[in-house]
T-cell receptor, first 114, second 112 residues
């Protein structure tokens, strides 16, 4: 089946630093990838839709200047959390949509900001 | 505002029992409803439903969609401890964006 990877799987950083998370579709091309955030004991919340070769579409309440998304190729999207603060600590999950419109999720990245 | 509601939020049963998880939705431009199982990390895909009344089945799991009443159920028969997880329902909605709207999830615990 389709495989999506994320790197890193976990990261701890100091407040004020920037963190980049990569999302790759390993065995299929994905023109669209999605970034979600999940706080403890809560469901996934869509942050943004990442389209290859164009600007990402952000959900209401998500700061595009804080969460920079780059979808430079058909297999890679990156999310950069700029000037991270403790309230940004969360589980970030990406998904990639294949040509049958099924979304496959990456394993997630746990971000802890000290 | 698009909304997906799951019930119950939490369920504890004994191994061998049958469980039914519920998902109701109110969205614009419905495309499909999906069920995912989430254990420790990211959700894994179970079913995609697009048509009413057609049961999807995979082993002990089955699911059906009612587009008139706007709900879906996920059934698990002869439950095993390995079925313990959070089960997420998501609806693909919207025009061009085709984004997933997730419910809160049902935390299922199977006791031996």
């Amino acid at each position: 089946g389709a495989v999506v990877s994320q790197h890193p799987s976990w990261v701890i950083c100091k407040s004020g630093t920037s963190v980049k998370i990569e999302c790759r579709s390993l065995d299929f091309q994905a023109t669209t990838m999605f970034w979600y955030r999940q706080f403890p004991k809560q469901s996934l919340m869509l942050m943004a839709t990442s389209n290859e070769g164009s600007k990402a579409t952000y959900e209401q309440g998500v700061e595009k200047d804080k969460f920079l998304i780059n979808h430079a190729s058909l297999t890679l999207s990156t999310l950069t959390v700029t000037s991270a603060h403790p309230e940004d600590s969360s589980f970030y999950i990406c998904s990639a949509r294949d040509n049958s419109d099924t979304q496959y999720f990456g394993p997630g990245t746990r971000l802890t900001v000290l | 505002e698009d909304k997906v509601v799951q019930s119950p939020l939490s369920l504890v049963v004994h191994e061998g029992d049958t469980v039914t998880l519920n998902c109701s939705y109110e969205v614009t431009n419905f495309r499909s409803l999906l069920w995912y199982k989430q254990e420790k990390k990211a959700p894994t895909f179970l079913f995609m439903l697009t048509s009413s009344g057609i049961e999807k089945k995979s082993g002990r799991l089955s699911s059906i969609l009612d587009k008139k009443e706007l709900f879906s159920i996920l059934n698990i028969t002869a439950t095993q401890t390995g079925d313990s997880a959070i089960y997420l329902c998501a609806v693909e909605a919207g025009g061009g964006a085709q984004k997933l709207v997730f419910g809160q999830g049902t935390r299922l615990t199977i006791n031996p």
